[in-house]
């Protein structure tokens, strides 16, 4: 199977202590059925295996979108993230294929064979704070404008 294990990460507010710097990231704007989404963008290995680590606190309608090459099988766990986050996996078409809901914090002594991860297809997977996918209206089907950004569509900073 191609999967990839992929961490997560974003960063507005960081746990102090040890722990990476929050990654500073390119930005874009999507429009969900209730919000405005502000996603940081993870594109490389590197970012995305950061991805949503660390944080402690996202913002409402924040979060991050994770861009892969092509639809593919994607594998998320939630090591070492603090908060539970909604996991939204879309397709190349933007259109929504699952939401994982209310993905809980894992024991950070769990050995990485017993995280448990969230398998779905998709080119993108979005994270955001848990409950928020419901709240602004991300169910499977929702169209979402994501590949606009390549095209310049999109706002991103």
Request: proline fraction near 10%; include cysteine.
């Amino acid at each position: 199977m191609c999967s990839q294990t992929v961490a997560l990460a974003l960063a507005l507010i960081v746990s102090p202590g040890p722990q990476p710097t929050p990654q500073q990231l390119p930005t874009i704007t999507v429009a969900a059925p209730r919000a405005m989404l502000t996603l940081q963008i993870a594109r490389t290995p590197a970012q995305q295996e950061a991805g949503l680590m660390w944080v402690t606190a996202l913002a409402p309608h924040a979060g991050m979108l994770f861009v892969f090459p092509s639809d593919q099988p994607l594998s998320f766990w939630m090591k070492n993230t603090l908060i539970p986050l909604d996991m939204v996996f879309v397709g190349a078409d933007g259109r929504v294929r699952k939401v994982f809901a209310d993905v809980p914090v894992v024991d950070s002594a769990l050995a990485d064979d017993r995280i448990p991860l969230e398998i779905a297809s998709g080119r993108y997977v979005i994270e955001l704070p848990a409950g928020e996918a419901a709240a602004d209206g991300i169910v499977s089907g929702t169209p979402l404008r994501i590949g606009a950004f390549l095209t310049g569509d999109a706002r991103t900073s």
